[in-house]
T-cell receptor, first 114, second 113 residues
Framework: GAGVSQSPSNKVTEKGKDVELRCDPI?????LYWYRQRLGQGLEFLIY????????KSGLPSDRFSAERTGESVSTLTIQRTQQEDSAVYLC????????????FGSGTQLSVL | QKEVEQDPGPLSVPEGAIVSLNCTYS??????FMWYRQYSRKGPELLMY????GNKEDGRFTAQVDKSSKYISLFIRDSQPSDSATYLC?????????????FGKGTKLSVKP
């Protein structure tokens, strides 16, 4: 596709359930990022993948959060045992290698934990 | 002190006004400065990108970086209702982790016809 695609666009879940969020980056973009945007807050970095290198997981807030990426394609962000404070928009972005300033974002997944 | 400070607004201006949006920062190692625009229920899109100090102009938009004051600005001339959005500043160190863009909280702008 032409842009970064994220699914689902909205997800409502119950506290304690696991959720999976999907990101399909722009074709040819080797770098992929996950950010979290809480209401009224800036973007919070979660994790970064670059090609086949080890991911930078330094932004993951707890061990309930994990992400995978196969090669240079789709990525999945998993949140286990969701808590109400996990409610936020989860944004995925991609970029070409070495252009970590010029990110292309998807429209995000709005996660609501009841 | 947060690394990047940005007034969340909201800021409301009449159509045709000049808009000034600003961020301050504390980390003198920041070298790359960006402005992203985010429409409601959309992801941010890169609007302006500046390396180090100085000005950059693109149509109605001008980005300014003053590293001595640790202050960046985005000016919008002849503002239009279509400029109504949240504007986020973002910064990164040279050689820092590619993933580590630091974003401001964003300023919500409304341009009234």
């Amino acid at each position: 596709g032409a842009g970064v695609s994220q699914s689902p666009s909205n997800k409502v879940t119950e506290k304690g359930k696991d959720v999976e969020l999907r990101c399909d980056p722009i074709s040819g973009h080797t770098a992929l990022y996950w950010y979290r945007q809480r209401l009224g807050q800036g973007l919070e970095f979660l994790i970064y993948f670059q090609g086949n290198s080890a991911p930078d997981k330094s932004g993951l807030p707890s061990d309930r959060f994990s992400a995978e990426r196969t090669g240079e394609s789709v990525s999945t962000l998993t949140i286990q045992r969701t808590q109400q404070e996990d409610s936020a928009v989860y944004l995925c972005a991609s970029s070409t290698q070495g252009a970590g300033e010029k990110l292309f974002f998807g429209s995000g997944t709005q996660l609501s934990v009841l | 002190q947060k690394e990047v400070e940005q007034d969340p607004g909201p800021l409301s201006v009449p159509e045709g006004a000049i808009v000034s949006l600003n961020c301050t920062y504390s980390n003198s190692a920041f070298q790359y400065f960006m402005w992203y625009r985010q429409y409601s229920r959309k992801g941010p899109e890169l609007l302006m990108y500046t390396y180090s100090s100085g000005n950059k102009e693109d149509g109605r938009f001008t980005a300014q970086v003053d590293k001595s004051s640790k202050y960046i600005s985005l000016f919008i001339r002849d503002s239009q209702p279509s400029d109504s959005a949240t504007y986020l500043c973002a910064m990164k160190q040279y050689g820092g982790s590619q993933g580590n863009l630091i974003f401001g909280k964003g300023t919500k702008l409304s341009v009234k016809p």
